[in-house]
């Protein structure tokens, strides 16, 4: 198969030598190309490139940006999606049941691909994006607007540079005295007067650590 690996080297978890190691386990029986991206949005023109060219399989090597940012770019193509986890929660992949290592993951791949295992799975789609397994608008959208000032902390804080960052957006940045949108579900049902809305593909919203983090575990 012809494989290109999409590399987001500024992700929380991604190394010079595990990149090294994923290429090299990849392209033993496999035509593997590898590409880094450098700014936001460069994951999604390199898929999109890729797909239009015919490759099989596009990895993305990143966090869950990255991923979503690939998804976008081979949504609706013959180009399948696979995943490492490179970031500082990786939740798509781990949801998927895979390891919360890449070299670990790749392995995985590796045999998926022997055997031909691609699947179809479902994804939402907002104001032109695709997305993997949440979106949100208003508090959520605003906390990782926060941390993603921030973005470069995310490879040493983790977890609690969100954690922090969702705690002072709610004391000091949020209004909480005044509704923010109301939400139509185009079936004469509607929720006024609300402060966030998420949308979820999948479950778990997140992960603390190890736990998986549900709010809509029903």
Known sequence: MRLLLIVNSFASSVTA?????????????HDVQ????????????FAEDAARRGIDVVVAYGGDGTLNEVATGVAMTDTALAVLPGGSTNVFARTLGMPNDALEAVDLIVDALERNDISPIGLGRANGRYFTFHTGIGFDAAVVRRVEQRAALKRYAGHPLFVAAALRTWALDYDKKRP???????????????????????????????????????
């Open 17 to 29: 030598k595990n990149t090294v190691v994923v290429h090299q386990r990849l392209a033993r029986h």
């Open 180 to 218: 923010h949108f109301s939400v139509d579900f185009g079936n004469n049902s509607q929720v006024p007067n609300a402060y966030f809305s998420i949308v979820m593909n999948t479950n778990p919203y997140t992960y603390l650590g190890t736990r998986p983090f549900d709010i809509v575990p029903s």
């Open 34 to 45: 590898v590409v880094e991206t450098n700014r936001r949005g460069h994951a999604t023109r």
